[in-house]
């Protein structure tokens, strides 16, 4: 499920991300890429704290109905609209299988071991980088 975020910057200042169905979600980040990343981390804790508060997570809206809303909040000049999936820590992992070509396996192993992260974790970070078009 996706999130239609508006990702926002001004002068001297770090790009802004905000959310039309979940007032009060907010994030930033230095660059629209790690906004965007940030976003997800965001996103993901705002409705873990409107679960445990018992409130309904709204479904998303769709990109057509946002802007045929014509409120005026997302109409700061310079502003972008970018998908941010929910990805909620849940602490439950699932195994998967996956077949990868041997060279690009210890490809990756190697950059993972040079970040201090393992094989599962490299992956997961590529996996959400790649959701974000980032």
């Not at 990109?63 to 109409?75: L, P, S, T, V, Y």
């Not at 192993?109 to 959400?128: E, W």
Request: aromatic share 6%.
């Amino acid at each position: 499920m996706f999130y239609i975020a508006l990702v926002h910057k001004e002068a001297g200042s770090a790009y802004g991300v905000s959310f039309p169905d979940l007032p009060g979600c907010v994030s930033a980040g230095d660059s629209f890429e790690d906004a965007a990343l940030n976003a997800i981390e965001a996103l993901g804790l705002h409705v873990e704290g409107m679960r445990e508060d018992g409130e309904a997570i709204p479904a998303p809206s769709r990109h057509e109905d946002i802007m045929a809303a014509g409120d005026a909040w997302w109409q700061t000049e310079g502003a972008t609209f970018t998908a941010v999936p929910l990805i909620e820590d849940r602490a439950r992992k699932v195994r998967v299988n996956v077949n990868l070509n041997i060279d690009l396996l210890a490809a990756i192993d190697a950059r993972a071991k040079a970040r201090g992260l393992t094989r599962s974790a490299f992956l997961a970070s590529a996996a959400t980088r790649e959701l974000v078009g980032g």
